[in-house]
Nanobody, 114 residues
Framework: VQLVESGGGLVQPGGSLRLSCAAS????????MSWYRQAPGKEREPVAA????????EYADSVKGRFTISRDNAKNTVYLQMNSLKPEDTAVYYC????????WGQGTQVTVSS
């Protein structure tokens, strides 16, 4: 099992980024897939999740209305579209898969700054 994130970078406040999480070794459509983030000096926190049945999405209050999680089953990839980014969104973002055993990607840095 492997999760590889990409798409992070430096963006100005109000800007957008799309993170990708390419999975291998399992099928993303069969499991709950999530994005977490960890800011410097803070604990890792959940950002968004998408269920395996019905593609129901859940979001942290801090990102509701700004972030969208989605899944492309043909590409076996999960995305996080982030709009209206704020400086407080600055963090390392991690892809997470709960296959009973938990798997994490290596993380991708998102920096929101002018």
């Amino acid at each position: 099992v492997q999760l590889v994130e990409s798409g992070g970078g430096l963006v100005q406040p109000g800007g957008s980024l799309r993170l990708s999480c390419a999975a291998s070794g399992f099928t993303v459509s069969s499991y709950v897939m999530s994005w977490y983030r960890q800011a410097p000096g803070k604990e890792r926190e959940p950002v968004a999740a998408i269920t395996s049945v019905g593609d129901r999405a859940e979001y942290a209050d801090s990102v509701k209305g700004r972030f969208t999680i989605s899944r492309d089953n043909a590409k076996n990839t999960v995305y996080l579209q982030m709009n209206s980014l704020k400086p407080e969104d600055t963090a390392v973002y991690y892809c997470h898969a709960d296959l009973i055993v938990e798997y994490w990607g290596q993380g991708t840095q998102v920096t929101v700054s002018s």
